[in-house]
């Protein structure tokens, strides 16, 4: 799936670290509680961005992020070990480049 905005998260207990990431651009870095606040803000933000986004999560809370958020923005989510990549940033590239 082909999407403009690709979204890293990257959670700990205490925060949900994001980077979105739109192709040619600078990634853009916020992070929110790790609460159902901070995840409201989250879902709601992949809801109104209005195309699919793909979705990369890592950490903590990765696959209820997954589980939560993964309907909201209707594409494609992928779940990936901090091994791989721990960073927001480096898992919004994560997004982007995977198949």
């Known amino acids: ?3 403009d905005l690709c979204i890293g998260i990257a959670s700990t207990h205490h925060s949900l670290e994001i980077a979105a990431l739109e192709p040619g651009k600078t990634a853009v870095v916020m992070k929110f509680p790790a609460t159902g606040i901070g995840m409201e803000g989250i879902r709601i933000f992949l809801s109104g961005y209005g195309k699919p986004v793909r ?3 890592a950490g903590f809370a990765a696959l209820s992020l997954a589980l939560s958020l993964g309907s909201a923005c209707g594409g494609d989510t ?3 070990s901090s091994a791989t990549a721990e960073q927001a940033v480096a898992l919004a590239r994560y997004a982007e480049h995977a198949a």
């Open 1 to 3: 799936m082909n999407s």
């Open 55 to 57: 979705l990369a999560v």
């Open 78 to 80: 992928f779940i990936v």
